[in-house]
């Protein structure tokens, strides 16, 4: 069993940076793949990014360049620092990891692939 906990979400003008830390229990963090979802009011949750056991990553298209998603297995954390903040970014985000070490691209941004998930932290960019 795994326990997640998220951290570091708030309110950010655009432009703005913000990290967002997830926190898991657990004695084999390493092995697991962790991703980042969000849930915007209205919407279904999405694949933000993902980091494999072996460090590989994935994003999706809109945070390309904006996003960097890794990892401290030694503190048992995986991190989100999110630069230049858009409005469209607004969303609570969840993180999760998967007992699978290492996907493609197709499985790392399905939801079914992820095994455990945080309770969410509240991102809004204001305009």
């Known amino acids: 069993q795994v326990q997640l906990v998220e951290s570091g979400g708030g309110l950010v003008q655009a432009g703005g940076s913000l990290r967002l830390s997830c926190a898991a229990s657990?004695?084999?963090?390493?092995?697991?793949?962790m991703g980042w979802f969000r849930q915007a009011p209205g919407k279904e949750r999405a694949f933000v990014a993902r980091?494999?056991?072996?460090?590989?990553?994935y994003y999706t298209d809109s945070v390309k360049g904006r996003f960097t998603i890794s990892r401290d297995n030694v503190k048992n954390t995986v991190y989100l620092q999110m630069n230049s903040l858009k409005f469209e970014d607004t969303a609570i985000y969840y993180c999760?990891?998967?007992?699978?070490?290492?996907?493609?691209?197709?499985?790392?941004?399905?939801?079914?692939?992820?095994?455990?998930w945080g309770q969410g932290a509240q991102v809004t960019v204001s305009s």
């Open positions: 999760a990891a998967d007992r699978f070490s290492v996907r493609g691209s197709s499985g790392s941004r399905s939801l079914t692939s992820y095994d455990y």
């Open positions: 980091i494999s056991s072996d460090s590989s990553t």
């Open positions: 657990g004695r084999s963090f390493s092995s697991y793949g």
